[in-house]
């Protein structure tokens, strides 16, 4: 039976944190609670005799996105109309880019089975965000309708086209979670595919393993988080995959994923290109960006997530996954990062252990992660903070609590906002490391468990990680286990001989 790949490329929006909107003077933060249309002016409603004017906050946010994606920032670009009937588009035009965008090439680099591989890029280019439409029915009539808020047109969008690079599901939901990171770190994007302000469309089709033969392009919309991306190709792709092996054929079309169900359907064919009739905006003029500009543009490009990530494994000697879990937001990053300065602060040292970096990774990305994850808090606004987790990494060196006693202090700590020391004194968490007192329990343990006892001395040296158990359940979790298993083993070396 023929082996088929995808063939995935994504086309991925992302809404630019500026003030004000991309061609006239409104504020740009409609989703600030803002009441419907009330972030217009003559400009952005289209009205006739407008004109619109170039912002370049906006402009020089796509410069910084090149920059950082490797791409070529173009010296002439302009912008285009490209024409399209819609609701939601006021001018009956979008003001777009069509053939000198901003941004040429570049490309994202991914970990594909512990190797890195570049996905490269088509171009980056920046336009205007539509009207939003809201679909309503009338309670007594039940007919449809729909009411229009223009508060987010003309909001600056800023569009990559990715190259037909991406050969899996995963690797769509990797590109799209290094780039979000990128926009992050840099500054220009929220990111937010929730709100509406990081948007994808995927182009996937499927094609026999070792030929350039497609067999039909898909494009998936509606899919507003990482998981329903990932999900709705991975969908399409045995869809795609069973249609043609029972000798169907895929048409070329725009399907929309439905969450609920977890299955895309039909939304429109697209078996003939749409003609958008693209010609220069002849009311903006064409834009020079110099070598000066675009030098002056790079001095404000922070350290990026892959050479921070690059930095914590040499550095920290930390795992790539480690890294990777720490690197993927800028807020998760300066938390660790923060953490380590106290520490080191605290400890008059310059650096910090591998060991200690390990530690304080670990927390961040599991207990802390969870936590975070559980209560819906973002990490700037976590109740522990970087001074508390140092507090709790100190506990655990010093050894005056285990592993155990450590989640629960943690918890304790982040539900009420107290430093962990303080709950650890206030639940007596305290780990128990006193020989003396370990031994008694140690001896009711052999003495309780004759089997355990007999099993090694017939040899069997994981008997003893079972009379561990034991012991730690007998002292809640708070033995030392360390010193449990030196204590049992010296008792059981006395037996042996």
Known sequence: MTEYEPVIGLEVHAQLRTKSKMFCSCPADYHQ?????????????????????????????VM?????????????????????????????????????PVCVGGYIELDIDGETRRATITRVHLEEDVAKLFHRTDPVTSEGYSLVDVNRAGVPLMELVGEPDLRSAEEARQFLTKYRAILQYIGVSTGNMEEGSFRCDANISIRPKGSKE?????????????????????YEITRQTSLVQDGGRVAQETRGWVEERGVTISMRSKEFAHDYRFFPEPDLPTLTISRAWVEEVAKLLPELPEVKKRRYVQNYGLSDYDADQLTVAPAMARYYEDTLKEWAARHASATVSNATAKAAANWTITELARL?????????????????????????????????QAKTAIEESFSAGKSPRVIVEEMGLTQISDTSALGSVATEAIEANPQAVQDYLSGKETAVKFLVGQVMKASKGRANPALVAEVIQEQLQVLKS
């Not at 009441?35 to 004017?53: F, H, I, K, Y």
């Not at 067999?215 to 991306?229: I, L, P, Q, T, W």
């Not at 903070?385 to 050894?399: I, N, R």
């Open 33 to 61: 609670q803002a009441q419907p249309n009330t972030r217009v002016c003559p400009v952005c409603m289209a009205l006739p005799g407008t004109l619109p004017v170039i912002n370049q906050s906006a402009v020089e946010a």
């Open 372 to 404: 975070l994850n559980a209560s819906g808090v973002d990490i700037e606004e976590s109740p522990l903070s970087p001074a508390f987790m140092v507090d709790l990494l100190e506990l655990l060196e010093k050894g005056t609590v285990g592993t155990a």
């Open 64 to 100: 910084k996105t090149g920059l950082a994606l490797h791409s070529e920032i173009t010296e002439h670009t302009k912008f285009d109309r490209k024409n399209y009937p819609y609701p939601d588009l006021m001018k009956g035009y979008q003001i777009s880019q069509f053939d000198l």
């Open 214 to 234: 497609l067999m039909g392009k898909v494009e998936v919309k509606n899919m507003n988080s990482f998981r329903a991306v990932q999900r709705a190709l991975e």
